[in-house]
């Protein structure tokens, strides 16, 4: 399918909406079957809301990697969603607590705090455990297990990265310094931004990483992609023997870090005077330079949620429990997680619309 033409405004608002990513593919997914969300994402694609998007009229341009954000702010999705809920007959109680959900003869019945109701389906759309503070609960996970079915262990899932005491006291007087960077984790790599925190490391390559980082595992991290550092570093003892290490970096990294890797190496001889040895071990530094975190930030900063119901107990096709007629898992409680950059938004809307046009 072609792809549609973003329409632009002179002035972005803040607080824009990164509301799908044209680069939709099963493999962008976690999940303990990776293939379940195929199905979802093929019949309610991208474009799909996309033209949503643009039949209502909102603005919106592309970034880097396929990313789709509002122009305006966010609120004007809100909006659209809450306004096809009116015109469909629905109504949005927002602030009413739910209690359990129960089978019946006939439908379901759910607990609220405004007193039960009677349902013939149920659509479990809670999302995970990420940012508590917004009302993120694990109410979803309960519901499934109260039908007996399984659930993949949660985690939290693009989030910051944290390090023991002494590889924190090297990181944080960097605190604040972001850099292009290539961070791996066994096979997998991510190209995009670096930050160091005052808790370890951050920005769009961590928070990628983390979903496939797990307790004990190193992270190896390229601080110049791209860049021949070997070759940089060769040249600088040729042509500026006199010059400090530190200075040789600055060239390549923000001043900050080169200061740091130089401290860190232990070195304060001109480049002239560095051999062929210590210039591997510079490279190696700046092209495979390998940390261990001890932790992340947890839910309290984390993105999205890794795990929920285990997709082997629901239909890929209209995202029903197995079992249980009637009852439809959507979203982030299900165990499908995406990328960062508008690919859990459109997992929301595909398994959602699958959802929706039987439920």
């Known amino acids: 399918m072609p792809r549609p033409r973003a329409r632009r405004s002179a002035s972005r608002a803040a607080g824009a909406a990164n509301f799908t990513n044209t680069g939709i593919a099963p493999d962008r997914f976690l999940s303990q079957n990776p293939r379940f969300a195929l199905s979802a994402l093929k019949r309610y694609t991208q474009w799909d809301f996309i033209a949503r998007i643009n039949a209502a009229g909102i603005a ?16 004007q999705v809100v909006a659209l969603l809450t306004g096809d809920l009116a015109a469909a007959g629905g109504a949005l109680w927002l602030g ?10 006939q ?22 455990k990420s940012i508590p503070k ?17 659930l993949v262990e949660t985690r939290p899932a ?35 931004a670096l930050l160091f925190t005052h808790r ?11 979903s496939y980082w797990r307790e004990g595992e190193g992270l190896v991290i390229d601080l110049l992609p791209g860049g021949d550092a070997p070759a940089a570093l060769a040249r600088a003892k040729r042509e500026q023997g006199k010059a400090a290490l530190r200075t040789v970096l600055a060239r390549m990294l923000p001043e900050r ?17 560095l051999s062929t040895a210590t210039l591997d ?47 439809y898992f959507i979203g982030e409680v299900v165990d499908v997680t995406g990328w960062l950059g508008g690919y859990n938004f459109q997992w929301a809307w595909s398994s959602g619309w699958a959802a929706g046009q039987v439920a």
């Open 60 to 75: 919106w341009h592309e970034k880097t990697l396929g990313q789709l954000f509002c122009d305006g702010p966010a609120t």
């Open 107 to 128: 439908g379901f019945e759910v607990e609220t705090a405004r007193g039960p109701l009677r349902a013939a389906s149920v659509v479990v759309a809670t999302g995970g």
């Open 257 to 273: 870090l080169a200061r740091s890797i130089e401290d860190d190496l232990g070195l304060t001889a001109p480049m002239a005077e």
């Open 281 to 327: 071990r510079i490279a190696a530094r700046l092209h495979r330079w390998q940390v261990t975190p001890v932790g992340s930030e947890g839910y309290r900063t984390a993105e999205v949620t890794l795990g929920g119901v285990d997709t082997r107990a629901l239909d890929g096709r209209t995202m029903e429990a197995r079992g249980v007629p009637g009852l």
């Open 96 to 105: 009413c607590s739910l209690g359990a959900v129960r089978r019946l003869d």
């Open 158 to 192: 693009l989030v910051p990265l944290t390090f023991a005491e002494q590889e924190l006291a090297r990181l944080a007087p960097l605190a604040g310094l972001s850099l292009p960077a290539r961070v791996g984790c066994g096979k997998t790599r991510f190209d995009e």
């Open 134 to 150: 917004m009302g993120a609960t694990g109410h979803g996970y309960r519901i499934a297990e109260s039908f007996g079915l399984p």
């Open 200 to 210: 370890g490391l951050s920005g769009p390559a961590i928070l990628q990483i983390s």
